[in-house]
T-cell receptor, first 115, second 112 residues
Framework: GAVVSQHPSWVICKSGTSVKIECRSL??????MFWYRQFPKQSLMLMAT?????????EQGVEKDKFLINHASLTLSTLTVTSAHPEDSSFYIC???????????FGPGTRLLVL | AQSVTQLDSQVPVFEEAPVELRCNYS??????LFWYVQYPNQGLQLLLK??????LVKGINGFEAEFNKSQTSFHLRKPSVHISDTAEYFC??????????FGTGTRLTIIP
């Protein structure tokens, strides 16, 4: 149980284009979903927290107009990187919390490369 | 604010030897503690978690961790490691079960 999927697993795009990443909880309802960014050989940095049906809460320093988050249902959240630039290249990981105290369950990650 | 310290960035261990990965945290309130493992180019997998109750927590793949409130530690241990345990290990803490704060990670390398 507690499986989280992400799509796509990797994406290469041109600078200036927008990229959408989907995060789905497959076998549980996720009241809260989280989006992280991970640079090579570094830890995960929380970008934003989203609750179903409400606006996402962004961490300090994260541009909400650049990283659009939508949590339309209890099983789906999307992250859209708008007007992507090479510095946005990174490994983006989502996680979902089902409300039972504690753990977040992580997706397999999406590797984004902006050329 | 909560924080997590993983003092060892890299730990090399011979196969079948025991290992301990250290984690210390700071928080002004009660916390939940977690260990996650990340294999190359993959997301994180939950190894174990401490929410309350017994301070010795057993997880998957033969790992266990002990919560020590007085030393604010949550060290991860395994009595005998295997090649397949080579990975990055992250300790994490959350206050009131909300957002996680991760340590910087420890790369465990198993030497045949």
């Amino acid at each position: 149980g507690a499986v989280v999927s992400q799509h796509p697993s990797w994406v290469i795009c041109k600078s200036g284009t927008s990229v959408k990443i989907e995060c789905r909880s497959l076998d549980f309802q996720a009241t809260t979903m989280f989006w992280y960014r991970q640079f090579p050989k570094q830890s995960l940095m929380l970008m934003a927290t989203s609750n179903e049906g409400s606006k996402a809460t962004y961490e300090q320093g994260v541009e909400k107009d650049k990283f659009l988050i939508n949590h339309a249902s209890l099983t789906l959240s999307t992250l859209t990187v708008t007007s992507a630039h090479p510095e946005d290249s990174s490994f983006y990981i989502c996680s979902a919390s089902g409300g039972t105290a504690g753990a977040q369950y992580f997706g397999p990650g999406t590797r984004l490369l902006v050329l | 604010a909560q924080s997590v310290t993983q003092l060892d960035s890299q730990v090399p261990v011979f196969e079948e030897a025991p290992v301990e990965l250290r984690c210390n945290y700071s928080s002004s309130v009660s916390v939940y503690l977690f260990w996650y493992v990340q294999y190359p180019n993959q997301g994180l997998q939950l190894l174990l978690k401490y929410l309350s109750g017994s301070t010795l927590v057993k997880g998957i793949n033969g790992f266990e961790a002990e919560f020590n409130k007085s030393q604010t530690s949550f060290h991860l241990r395994k009595p005998s490691v295997h090649i397949s345990d080579t990975a990055e290990y992250f300790c994490a803490v959350s206050e009131f079960g909300e957002k996680l704060t991760f340590g910087t990670g420890t790369r465990l390398t198993i030497i045949p």
